[in-house]
């Protein structure tokens, strides 16, 4: 698996698949015409609760509102991805939101809605030191993004005190 | 202090040639003297020389043309505007992030501003190993001074920010040398947001300096507009085919007496490969470089933030110069920038562990090491390769003997932040965890494994694919720009470079480009033009 790369990952899916028992056609594609679809959304929902775990804001409703805003930025910073990147970031996340892929690739057992932050976050560890490329680099990419679309929003910045760009004259 | 001025929506105002995007209609067919691929540090020095010596020049460039009336200092504006891949593009295997910019200016327009003439250790390897007798010290100063002059480059008298003066202090404390970074900036504000680009227009770049000379000779722009390939006829380019940006398919043909590409490392070989350009000795592509880049993380018991400030004041080459330039891999050091985004990308780990680490921004202080790749056989760098759909791809291998470079490079920056008071020490690697001293630090380094993927690796100096050679069998191009092979084709950007440069290589390529460009426009039979 050493050196394995993204463009290989169909090869990756049919493996994982095979293994898992999923069947190839019942997998939804995680980005289509532009958005994000439920399926990315799911994944990037809840890697985002646990990635972001201490930096979100504790009210319920405010937490809420946060992921979405997180979602909504997410799907922003792949649209100006080139097309090689977003094709195989929706390969990625299709199957993650599988069953199978989640249990492989993850190392997931609940469900993405039923898992908890402290589940989310073994998995997300596992993937980040483990042994197989095509692991790490799901977990980086998922890091990456997650931490750039999240902060890239000016009222996330309270978190890391910073105060803005200086102003200019008007 | 009131608002600057934007040169150019007066430019456009006064009648520019700008073609592409929201400009003017993209014409289908361009004759020219001579056509450009690329507007950023080799084009744009090409273009204002070119055009000044009488020549109708034609700068093709892939991305758009903002400027200061557009730059917010936002990331989230920035990095999907005016950088290549939305500043996220990567290795073949995803280890190394590369900045590049995309954009009328090119990487000049998001830099940093760090200006060094090429180090003469680099140019005397060059002459050993590549035939490149021309490239003395001696010979390329005059045109060092001529683009230093031209770019208001010059000592930076302003004290360092707080996340550069810690690099200045804790070196010294070791008894260290380090200096002052010499910067491209004419009335700099001190803003920091050089990577975003410049609002106030200080900063020197292409963008505002030799694009905006060019087109007040006459000069035509087409923006947003890809250079697909070249059509070849018998050793010579008859036409340069070019498509809207994000469309498929070239619609637009350009004719010139000669071509020059200067799209930068990876896209200026890919080019040449979508052009099936001849490649008799395997050279094209190959030996492209990447300063990888590593980097070590620091609390400081007061603030830092390292958001504001010229973002790179103070250096040290400790780490090159007490090596051999062909022994050990030696490294540069600096002190990076740091806005929320790319904190937030770079700060390794998750949950409440990273969360922890992300409160502290406005104390942590950041170093980086810039590792001097390609002088050494197990430093070959990478190869740019096209995917399917014609896009290129840098595959480059992160060595043993390049990862046991950055281990040393995380020893030493770990040591200098300790020296310069850190509270903790959290090297940028999958395993680390903040160290509270020194000797805990170092054990914890020296058993790292240093394998792609757990140690972050990040560039924002892409050089070679196209490398300058005394003999066609070293290299791509002949030590004059010219192609090997293409007899009206030019090379004049970073992918000339036969090794890394061992410095940030924007006034390397200046000064090479100004040098290449007078002698192009003399072999034209051309004007005698020189920059400003």
Known sequence: MHRRSWLKLSLGAAVVLAVGGGAVALIEPAWREGRLTAAGRRVFMHTGRAFLDGSLPIDNAQRTQALAGLLDRTEALIAALPTHAQRELSQLLSLLATTPGRRTLAGLAPEWDDATVAEIRRALQAMRLSALTLRQQAYQALHDITGSAYFADPATWSVLGYPGPAPLPA | ?532
């Open chain 2, 1 to 532: 202090m009131s608002k600057p001025t934007d040169p150019i929506a007066d430019g456009l105002r006064r009648g520019w040639k700008v073609a592409g995007g929201s400009h003017a209609p993209l014409p289908a067919k361009v004759a020219c003297d001579v056509a450009i691929v690329g507007s950023g540090a080799g084009g744009g020095i090409t273009a204002e020389l070119l055009a000044k010596a009488g020549l109708h020049v034609v700068i093709v460039e892939e991305g758009p043309l903002k400027s200061s009336s557009d730059f917010r200092q936002l990331e989230s504006d920035a990095y999907p505007t005016l950088y290549q891949e939305s500043a996220a593009r990567k290795t073949r295997d995803k280890a190394i992030n590369i900045l590049q910019g995309r954009c009328v200016g090119g990487s000049t327009t998001v830099n940093w501003t760090s200006s060094f003439r090429t180090p003469v250790a680099t140019l005397d390897y060059w002459r050993q190993h590549f035939g490149l007798a021309e490239f003395g010290n001696d010979t390329l100063a005059p045109y060092f001074e001529q683009a230093e002059r031209r770019l208001s480059i010059g000592p930076w008298l302003t004290p360092p920010n707080e996340n550069n003066d810690l690099l200045r202090r804790g070196a010294a404390r070791l008894g260290i040398a380090a200096a002052s970074i010499q910067r491209n900036v004419k009335g700099c504000w001190n803003l920091g947001s050089c990577g975003l680009g410049c609002p106030t227009n200080a900063k020197q770049s292409m963008l505002v300096t030799t694009v905006p000379a060019a087109l007040e000779q006459g000069a035509t722009l087409l923006v947003q507009t890809r250079a697909e390939r070249f059509e070849l006829a018998n050793g010579r380019v008859k036409a340069l085919l070019c498509a809207p940006a994000g469309q498929a398919g070239p619609t637009i043909r350009i004719v010139a007496r000669h071509f020059i590409l200067a799209g930068g490392a990876i896209n200026s070989p890919a080019v040449l490969l979508r052009s099936q350009a001849p490649d008799p000795h395997g050279r094209l592509g190959v030996r492209t470089f990447l300063h990888p880049v590593v980097m070590s993380a620091a609390q400081m018991p007061g603030k830092v933030e390292g958001w504001q400030g010229a973002p790179q004041s103070i250096y040290t080459d400790h780490f090159l110069e007490t090596h051999p330039i062909d022994g050990a891999i030696g490294y540069k050091l600096e002190a990076p920038p740091l806005h929320p985004v790319i904190f937030a990308s770079t700060v390794s780990g998750h949950g409440q562990e990273q969360s922890d680490l992300l409160r502290q921004f406005p104390s942590t202080h950041v170093l980086l090491a810039l590792l001097r790749d390609g002088f050494h056989e197990e430093s070959p760098g990478g190869i740019v390769r096209l995917r399917g759909d014609g896009t290129p791809e840098l595959d480059y291998p992160l060595t043993g003997f390049v990862m046991e470079g950055a281990r040393r490079a995380l020893l030493s920056m770990a040591e200098i932040q300790f020296a310069a008071g850190a509270r903790q020490v959290v090297p940028v690697h999958e395993m680390a965890r903040p160290y509270g001293n020194w000797d805990e630090a170092r054990d914890a380094i020296a058993a790292f494994p240093m394998k792609p993927l757990l140690t972050k690796v990040v560039s924002a100096h892409v050089m070679g694919g196209c490398g300058l050679a005394g003999r066609p069998e070293l290299g791509v191009t002949r030590p004059d720009g010219v192609h090997w092979q293409l007899d009206n084709l030019s090379i004049h950007d970073g992918s000339l470079f036969p090794t890394s440069i061992g410095a940030n290589p924007q006034l390397s390529i200046y000064g090479i480009a100004n040098r290449l460009a007078q002698g192009l426009a003399r072999r034209l039979g051309a004007g005698e033009a020189i920059l400003a």
